[in-house]
């Protein structure tokens, strides 16, 4: 390559005027007298019906004269310098840029070898890399169509000019589509993220000279014809691009950096993608294929194979494991794509680092992953890929524009991923296995999403209950539901052991009603978003309204008032209820309130000193227990108030710790059940003095007998 600028002839320079050429414009003062808002004259509106007035909007019709019309002229140093320096976040982007039009060239020869009947396999057109390390040049090239002149100073020396998008509309004009990537016409420059100097040498299979087109993004390039017999010889059609690198980017020409750049970003373009390296005796080169796989979800699903379903998981999720389940898809409709969704056999080591877990590709060129405008936060669990025509990007290609086919493509996989669950569902064995790794994901899922969405979603959760020791959908609860049931019993906590012993499903199991086990801390925030299942309302065991369905507007003044009485702010009010067998009492939510559980969950997510907010608690006690019955029979017996009332707080404390609150006064409570132990023992008053008087005895005692010690020792020193 050394000798190339030695070959060049015919030197031609282009300049470019500078942006003080511009031809000066009229002011809008010049241009256009536009009368005052006091000159428009006032639009009668007729208003039989009492409709409001329209105002007229002076703007709509301004009179013009002397039109004029001007181009945009732009300062080519400053425009190189933004597109350089603004256009791209990651300076490797330039090969991906640069294989891409290589790509878009052997795709336009392909296409004239079709059209001439001359008929080739994809491995004739190739795209190489060759790093020079010693001269610190990388050369990208492709046996493509090539440019002429012509096409060479308008396509490379007009910035922003894309001959790939000239040649899409021509295609498109025959009703025929264009499978090309390029649209903007200024990826090429991108090369100048990395090289200070970019030469590109090029022959038209129309031409029978090969030209040069060589720049230091100065605002200057020049362009020449290439005579150097040993290039002649060998170079029939095709673009050969020299990237003289920068000092300080030499590491893009190390073998393994290429090799990565091209897998994460260009693996999956239809022509071989070769990098030139040293072969197994390191003293001769080869060329060593780079993207080896090939685009499956392009084929129809019944030409792939389940190997090849599961070889393409490995690639992109690094997981030695093999997929739990995959659907090939493709969506038709307003926006047109093919994709892969891949669910994992196990959660990843760390479930909430972001990951490259879902990739997207336009045109078969990786754009990006993780990305949240197209995947939501809960589906964060799969691996895939998804490829698209025409989906608008940023000149980058780096950053999605938001509009309305982001939100269709979005809702699409979403739908596609919940029929891949309810085929994975019909397997209950396979099915369980991925709801234990990721239930958490579809109940936030539930919790984010909307109506459409949130009862399919549904349909896929699944529970242990107070009846059944295996995960159960609510499709099956419902069908297992008593005559006459409306309603769908839940109940949350910390855990199955918690919930099974609970309190609240005492008169419940005893009735024979089923109740779903909601024991994961996401549990108690997708409830507050999931208030209905069909015709079926969901009701929690822990709130007031329970009482309310089987409420028989039993009451007992007398107990009821004294123990609020006693108990004041600490609950909203005491009622009687029919939900115990067992138990005293109980402490309930209100219907609106937050349940004992989700309490739990806020205190232990408050930081430093910050206040949680706490509902107002009902207590509701079972008239037909003992300690219930003994306490209404000492209220109306006069016994001692004080007593009644450390009753009372010890039977309200009990309360708290069986329906999952905390007791605000810990030591208070310890030193009441400890007097309740001392009373069992028979330990009274009466007991307490003698036990007192007996150790004033011991005392004394002791203290006799270490006097006389003493006195005997003084007599022996005597």
Request: glycine share 4%; hydrophobic share 30%; net charge negative.
């Amino acid at each position: 390559m050394s000798n190339i600028d030695n070959s060049i002839k015919d030197k031609e320079v282009t300049d470019v005027k500078s942006i003080d050429e511009v031809t000066d414009v009229k002011s809008i003062d010049e241009v256009t007298d536009v009368k005052s808002v006091d000159e428009v004259t006032d639009v009668e509106v007729e208003n039989d019906s009492e409709e409001e007035e329209v105002e007229e909007n002076q703007y709509e019709n301004i009179n013009l004269k002397g039109n004029e019309s001007h181009e945009f002229k732009a300062e080519i140093s400053q425009l190189m310098n933004l597109i350089i320096n603004s256009f791209y976040s990651n300076k490797e982007i330039f090969m991906r840029e640069l294989i891409s039009n290589s790509s878009d060239a052997l795709n336009k020869m392909r296409h004239n070898d079709l059209t001439k009947n001359n008929v080739k396999d994809v491995k004739d057109y190739y795209i190489n890399i060759t790093p020079y390390k010693d001269t610190k040049m990388l050369v990208i090239e492709d046996n493509g169509i090539g440019m002429t002149k012509e096409e060479l100073t308008t396509n490379i020396g007009i910035i922003a000019n894309s001959g790939t998008k000239k040649f899409i509309e021509k295609m498109e004009q025959g009703e025929k589509k264009a499978d090309m990537i390029g649209q903007f016409g200024v990826g090429f420059y991108s090369a100048f993220l990395v090289a200070d100097r970019v030469q590109l040498i090029t022959k038209s299979e129309d031409s029978d000279n090969i030209y040069m087109w060589d720049s230091t993004a100065s605002g200057t390039y020049t362009i020449s014809e290439v005579v150097d017999t040993e290039l002649v010889k060998d170079f029939k059609r095709g673009t050969k691009i020299l990237l003289h690198l920068k000092e300080e980017e030499t590491k893009y020409l190390e073998e393994e950096r290429i090799r990565t750049i091209v897998k994460k970003h260009s693996q999956f373009i239809t022509y071989d993608i070769k990098v030139s390296v040293y072969g197994k005796s390191k003293k001769v080169k080869e060329w060593e294929i780079l993207n080896m796989d090939k685009p499956i979800w392009c084929k129809k699903s019944s030409e792939v194979t389940d190997d090849e379903y599961k070889s393409l998981y490995k690639n992109i999720s690094n997981d030695y494991q093999d997929c739990l389940s995959y659907k090939h898809f493709s969506a038709e409709g307003t926006v047109e794509f093919k994709g892969i969704l891949y669910i994992p056999s196990h959660p990843p080591f760390e479930m909430n680092k972001e990951t490259n877990k879902f990739k997207l590709y336009v045109k078969r060129v990786y754009i990006m992953d993780n990305c949240k405008d197209l995947i939501p936060e809960w589906l964060s669990f799969i691996h895939g890929i998804v490829d698209t025509d025409d989906l608008p990007l940023n000149v980058s290609r780096e950053i999605l524009q938001h509009n309305r086919m982001i939100k269709i493509m979005k809702k699409k996989i979403i739908l596609k991923t919940i029929e891949l669950l309810e085929e994975m569902s019909s397997n209950e064995e396979v099915y369980n296995g991925f709801y234990n790794n990721f239930s958490k994901n579809l109940k936030l899922g539930v919790y984010e999403e909307g109506d459409d969405i949130k009862e399919k979603l549904g349909k896929q959760l699944r529970f242990y209950t107070n009846k059944s020791n295996k995960l159960k959908s609510i499709e099956q609860y419902i069908g297992d539901m008593k005559e006459g049931q409306d309603k769908i019993y839940y109940i949350t906590g910390e855990s199955i052991e918690f919930v099974n012993n609970s309190v609240f499903l005492e008169g419940l199991n005893k009735k024979g009603y089923e109740v779903l086990y909601l024991v994961d801390t996401i549990d108690e925030y997708m409830m507050n978003n999931f208030k209905k299942y069909g015709d079926y309302e969901f009701l929690s065991v822990t709130k007031e309204e329970l009482k309310k369905e089987e409420d028989k507007n039993e009451t007992d003044d007398l107990l009821c008032n004294k123990m609020k009485e006693y108990l004041n702010d600490n609950v909203e009010k005491v009622v009687l209820s029919n939900r115990f067998v067992d138990s005293p009492c109980c402490l309930v939510s209100g219907s609106y309130g937050i349940s004992a559980n989700m309490e739990r969950i806020m205190k232990a997510q408050a930081l430093n000193n910050q206040m949680v907010q706490t509902s107002k608690k009902i207590l509701e006690i079972n008239k037909d227990h003992n300690i219930v019955k003994s306490l209404k029979k000492n209220l109306e017996n006069n016994r001692n108030e004080d007593e009644l009332k450390d009753l009372v707080y010890l039977l309200y404390d009990i309360a708290c710790l069986s329906s999952g609150f905390t007791i605000n006064d810990t030591n208070n409570f310890t030193k009441k059940l400890y007097n309740i132990l001392e009373i069992g023992m028979g330990y009274s008053e009466e007991t307490q003095e003698e036990v007192q008087e007996e150790a004033q005895e011991e005392t004394q005692e002791e203290t006799q007998e270490e006097a006389q010690e003493e006195t005997n020792e003084m007599e022996k020193v005597d």
